[in-house]
């Protein structure tokens, strides 16, 4: 096959599904098990040897960077066995042509035993716990097939990251149920020693199909809204009250990807998420039999850019169809947006929950938009404060011993 490079000097991110949707366990907000319905004519949902070596290849070779960061996501990624991911390093390794190569792989943690958690450490690849907090916020919604809990298992698993020196951090879904519980939420997480934290609001519609089951999907107007989505009030509220707890006592020691990304605006860098970019578009999914899709959160037919065994990964995700979706983000905001002084900083959040209305009736607003402007406007001194200390080549750390000596004043 002949290899087409990518025209720009930016990294070329695809993140692939080995299992497709298949998971051993079955939380109630999981966005992405639904999407088995796709492929139902498919009776075994796992990535060939043949597709993983095809793959590998051509995502390194599409490369114009010197590093190349390959994330594996299900489903529930240990369902392959560990022989799987051996194969992939050893073709990593084969294809690397002088590049340096990194993994990061998603799991809700169940699976872990002292030999993944030793291949983990052996070949340094950075592992996801999917965890919501304390146990009776975990097991609220995270539970496997039969209805039983899980957070029991999941910290075993910590425990073998632990134990054999695995780099790992914690998603935790902020739901209705545990958003009222912000410091309660990150007091647990840095009992456990977890040092990296992504908070993400879960916000997901109702559709009932033919045969029962419900699909989330982007919001469409007269959709209902799933009971365990966070509300925009309990977010802002949360991320407030996170934030107050973190600036006072652990910037530099702690962190929480919303902040961090929060702060990267401020300074006029990229954010660490794609959400709080300016365009959508930078990353796109692969599903087990080659599928490629605009986004993650967007893997529905009128989203499919195509199969890698038909077009080259650079042809789709450089494509005028995939160029397009990631400037609809901005071409689709509202004018309460465009005018908002926070807009630099949220850029109207993720296309998927922008299905809310303005005051004036205009469509296209974000569902959370409330509570991203309660808590910019409420960080933004901190903000401004840290920004000062980047921009003058000084730990943004400051900021608490500014606090401690009375130079903020919160707004």
């Excluded at 002949?2 to 109630?28: E, I, R, S, W």
Aim: glycine share 8%; with cysteine.
């Amino acid at each position: 096959m002949k290899q087409t490079f990518a025209p720009f000097a930016k990294p070329l991110y695809v993140m692939t599904k080995p299992v497709g949707a298949v998971c051993n366990l079955a939380c109630d907000y999981c966005y992405y098990l639904e999407k088995s319905n796709l492929y139902k004519d498919t009776s075994k949902h796992v990535m060939s040897d043949e597709l993983l070596e095809r793959f590998i290849k051509e995502y390194i070779g599409s490369q114009t960077m010197p590093q190349v960061l390959f994330t594996w996501h299900g489903g529930e990624t240990l369902m392959r066995p560990l022989s799987f991911y051996k194969k992939a390093v050893e073709l990593q390794k084969q294809y690397a042509g002088g590049r340096t190569i990194d993994n990061c792989i998603q799991t809700n943690g169940t699976l872990l035993t002292d030999e993944w958690c030793q291949f983990f450490k052996e070949n340094n690849w950075l592992v996801g716990v999917s965890i919501d907090g304390p146990q009776e916020f975990h097991d609220e919604y995270r539970r496997n097939k039969q209805g039983l809990p899980s957070f029991v298992k999941v910290m075993r698993g910590i425990e073998l990251l632990n134990k054999h020196g695995v780099e790992w951090n914690a998603m935790a879904v902020v739901n209705d149920y545990n958003a009222d519980y912000p410091v309660e939420f990150y007091n647990f997480f840095k009992s456990i020693g977890c040092h990296y934290i992504q908070f993400a609001p879960i916000v997901e519609r109702i559709f009932k199909h033919s045969d029962g089951r419900h699909l989330a999907s982007p919001m469409q107007e007269g959709d209902k809204l799933a009971d365990f989505s966070v509300t925009p009030e309990q977010w802002g509220n949360f991320l407030c009250r996170l934030f107050d707890e973190w600036v006072k006592n652990d910037v530099g020691q702690y962190f929480i990807q919303i902040f961090d990304s929060t702060l990267a605006n401020w300074v006029g860098e990229q954010p660490g998420v794609c959400s709080m970019a300016k365009t959508c578009g930078h990353a796109g999914v692969m599903e087990f039999n080659g599928d490629v899709y605009s986004c993650d959160h967007y893997v529905f037919p009128e989203y499919k850019l195509g199969n890698i065994y038909q077009k080259t990964l650079v042809e789709m995700m450089y494509s005028e169809r995939q160029q397009e979706f990631g400037l609809m983000k901005q071409k689709s905001l509202p004018t309460q947006c465009k005018e908002c002084e926070f807009l630099f900083a949220c850029n109207g959040d993720c296309p998927k929950n922008r299905f809310a209305k303005t005051a004036t009736g205009e469509p296209g607003l974000n569902y959370l938009c409330k509570g991203y402007y309660q808590f910019f406007k409420h960080v933004a001194p901190y903000m401004d404060y840290m920004k000062k200390e980047l921009l003058a080549q000084r730990a943004p750390a400051n900021v608490m011993e500014a606090i401690r000596n009375g130079e903020i004043v919160q707004e």
